[in-house]
């Protein structure tokens, strides 16, 4: 009914087995996600400096920036924000959700450093959430 297996399997699911392809450690794989939570939150950064420019999100940009470069081992790609100009309320949003997401994952690899700078940056963003929204009420 059923042909039996010719060849090796393509998994190595026994003990003691190796595969010809690397794998990364826990650790690895937290740092890549914790620089990639970052560098996002870098570029949404900019992009509010580059609509309201203000010596706090300079700061923050930059401290995002020395993270990021600590994470990844080597430089920081930045982008120079440029186009149209979007929704100052809609990046201060993302940016809160970005350092949310960095701060889970920054406390999963009890990176203190990343952590305080993380929730700084989601508290520095819900308090200018709540100031627009009460202004707008």
Known sequence: MYEPIRSKSVHS?????TSDFPHRSREEELDIQLAGHLAA???VTDELRAVEPSGDLDNAAERLAEQVTRLRGGSC????PGGEVRDRAALHERAHALAGRALVVAASRADTAVAILAAERMEAHAAILE???LTSH
């Open 131 to 133: 100031a627009e929204e």
């Open 77 to 80: 790609v930045r982008t120079v």
């Open 13 to 17: 699911t026994m003990a003691g087995t």
């Open 41 to 43: 939150l870098l570029a």
